[in-house]
């Protein structure tokens, strides 16, 4: 079973410039997540969807981030203007639906920003 | 509100050494809880995890976790030690609300390293 792919794997950019993140959860999971880890932090969640619809943005920035999941399967995650604190590791997990929280969510490799 | 607190940020074990990282959580109810392992650049892996029952959990690669209500812990055993479990450990706390399948709350993490 392939795992959760998140492209790219790393990118640096300038402040204020745009940047956008890609990923693909493991077929037949309806939750995604997207979670920013700044380092030597743990993983903070910025949005939920469940299928094309989002449950939970209430941590997302939305001046300046924000993600989408059209068609209910992959998800995009950009930034508009990019800032220096916003540098961190942006991970994507996908988990089944019908468990909520007892379903093990699986985690993608994660992107590593860095804004310059 | 829902915290996860990992008192040690870095912990140094000799080879074939016990291990215990430390987790405490604050949260109103009954919580699920579980443990992640990070290593570099790799996304995060389920260890094992807690819902209600039995109060010592089983997980992978040999590890257990022990739920203590009393003293709100959480605490990551592993009786031996291996040069390969030398990554970043995170406990979570998982919180359900609204609509929401439920979020994971994580600590900041504990690193690991492993003498030969």
């Known amino acids: 079973e392939a795992g959760v792919a998140q492209s790219p794997r790393y990118k640096i950019i300038e402040k204020r410039q745009s940047v956008a993140f890609w990923c693909n959860p493991i077929s037949g999971h309806a939750t995604l997540y997207w979670y920013q880890q700044i380092l030597g932090q743990g993983p903070k969640l910025l949005i939920q969807f469940q299928n094309n619809g989002v449950v939970d943005d209430s941590q997302l920035p939305k001046d300046r981030f924000s993600a989408e999941r059209l068609k209910g399967v992959d998800s995009t995650l950009k930034i508009q203007p990019a800032k220096l604190e916003d540098s961190a590791v942006y991970l994507c997990a996908s988990s089944l639906v019908s468990q909520g929280l007892r379903g093990e969510q699986y985690f993608g490799p994660g992107t590593r920003l860095t804004v310059t | 509100a829902q915290s996860v607190t990992q008192p040690d940020i870095h912990i140094t074990v000799s080879e074939g050494a016990s291990l215990e990282l430390r987790c405490n959580y604050s949260?109103?109810?009954?919580?699920?809880l579980f443990w992640y392992v990070q290593s570099p650049g790799q996304g995060l892996q389920l260890l094992l995890k807690?819902?209600?029952?039995?109060?010592l959990v089983q997980g992978i690669k040999g590890f257990e976790a022990e739920f203590k209500r009393s003293q709100s812990s959480f605490n990551l055993r592993k009786p031996s030690v291996h040069w390969s479990d030398a990554a970043e450990y995170f406990c979570a706390v998982g919180a359900q609300y609204g609509g929401s399948q439920g979020n994971l709350i994580f600590g900041k993490g504990t690193k690991l390293s492993v003498k030969p």
């Open positions: 807690y819902f209600s029952g039995d109060t």
């Open positions: 949260y109103g109810a009954t919580p699920y």
